[in-house]
């Protein structure tokens, strides 16, 4: 199953902090839900551990991210990885990441991935696969600003602790909201009028 992802996001620190962030592996890791660093090979390859958790469905993907392309003067990063699944599944795709500083001090960053799953989380289907990975991503978003966007002498006391080994995502409550909203979109659809009110009684 082959997906295309891009997400756009802001962040109140400079840019020259969230590069230095999304240079360091083991900082962006600290940030995604069910990632986990295992080794530095070299200065652009680094091993890692992914699990994932949709409902009845669980995988752990270990693998290889590389720092394909840096340019330091444009703010870019691509990078390649690969992963293979305990239970024969695949992961393989790019991303790349573009920052620009915003006149008001704060970093755009632009996001761009495309993926290829096989194996079997490929059953939950591509819909609900990509509403998942919006929600995953508002969660590292939200931990990338809250590490950026507190000052250095409070941040060493704000760090929280790293979670436990064998951590998963736990996606059940992320699937509801994402199966509550398609829903909600559904009778907002059917009805040619919003919802989020109630039905309403006849005109006078």
Known sequence: MALEIRETFRVAAPVDRVWRFLMDPAAVASCMPGASLDEVVDERTFLGTVR????????????????????????????????????????????????????DGSTEV????????????????????????????????????AKLETP???????????????????????????LRDAIVRFFRRLLGRPVAGGPQGPSA
Do not use: H, N
């Open 52 to 103: 994932v958790r949709i409902g009845a469905i669980s995988a752990s993907y270990k693998g290889r991210i590389r720092f394909d392309e840096v340019d330091d003067a444009g703010r870019t990063i691509r990078a390649v990885a690969e992963g293979r699944e305990t239970g024969g599944g695949t992961a393989k795709g790019t991303l790349t990441s573009r920052l620009s500083a915003l006149p």
């Open 110 to 145: 632009i996001a761009e991935a495309s993926i290829d799953l096989t194996g079997r989380v490929v059953q939950v289907g591509r819909g609900m696969i990509q509403g998942v990975s919006a929600q995953l991503f508002k969660e590292f978003v939200a931990k990338v600003s």
């Open 152 to 178: 250095a002498t409070e941040l060493a006391a704000a760090v929280a602790p790293a979670p436990a080994e064998g951590e998963s995502i736990r996606l059940l409550p992320l699937l509801l909201s994402v």
